[in-house]
């Protein structure tokens, strides 16, 4: 079983919609989870920490359930600019991120 | 200021050669990593180095050798390298290696072996 684990998609959504992923990860003792943006050909980029609370920043929601080992991540008021591969990574108690193979979102006009 | 510098953003080598790419970071993190990154794939942990010193080397080649001459700067020696080393290298720092901390990329180096 992959560390972390994510849908590949592509997710094909029109602009405007309401558009979430999933992540799971194995390792209980994970510390710190993390999305992370990543254009075609460019580096990865922090979107947002993901706190055991939830959090959100502007219409981006980051939700974690340890019980489940489970994050996700949801967008709201999809836009063109949205279009990007979404990294769920985990610091699996290494030291290190781990990273999940990433989900393909593209919005459509 | 979250901005990791590399060069150079290309860099096209033979087998024989010998190059290096850099990386530098000015915001004082203590911790800094080189991934690899091929094609459709999620980012692969190289090296890691905490206050200088190397911490993690995920058993990479001997072919790849790092360096991190002082805090803000991050080296990665390549010799001898083979066509599938092609792939996008990124540097990374974080303010320490603590589990908390977010690692925030440099834009990378694009390698191609030919």
């Known amino acids: 079983r992959k560390e972390v684990e994510q849908d590949p998609g592509p997710f094909n959504v029109p602009e405007g919609a309401t558009v979430a992923f999933n992540c799971t990860y194995s390792?209980?003792?994970?510390?710190?989870f993390f999305w992370y943006r990543q254009d075609c050909r460019k580096e990865p980029k922090l979107l947002m920490s993901?706190?055991?609370s939830g959090n959100e920043d502007g219409r981006f929601t980051a939700q974690l359930n340890r019980a489940s080992q489970y994050i996700s991540l949801l967008i709201r008021d999809s836009k063109l600019s949205d279009s990007a591969t979404y990294l769920c990574?985990?610091?699996?108690?290494?030291?290190?991120?781990?990273f999940g193979s990433g989900t393909r979102l593209q919005v459509q006009p | 200021d979250t901005e990791v510098t590399q060069t150079p953003k290309h860099l096209v080598m033979g087998m024989t050669n010998k190059k290096s790419l850099k990386c530098e970071q000015h915001?004082?993190?203590?911790?800094m990593y080189w991934y690899k990154q091929k094609a459709k794939k999620p980012p692969e942990l190289m090296f890691v180095y905490s206050y200088e010193k190397l911490s993690i080397n995920e058993s990479v080649p001997s072919r790849f050798s790092p360096e991190c001459p002082n805090s803000s700067l991050l080296n990665l020696h390549l010799h001898a390298l083979q066509p599938e080393d092609s792939a996008l290298y990124l540097c990374a720092s974080s303010q320490d290696q603590g589990s908390y901390n977010e690692q925030f990329f440099g834009p990378g180096t694009r390698l191609t072996v030919l």
């Open positions: 990574v985990v610091n699996t108690g290494r030291r290190a991120l781990t």
């Open positions: 993901v706190y055991s």
């Open positions: 390792n209980s003792a994970s510390q710190s």
């Open positions: 915001m004082g993190h203590r911790a």
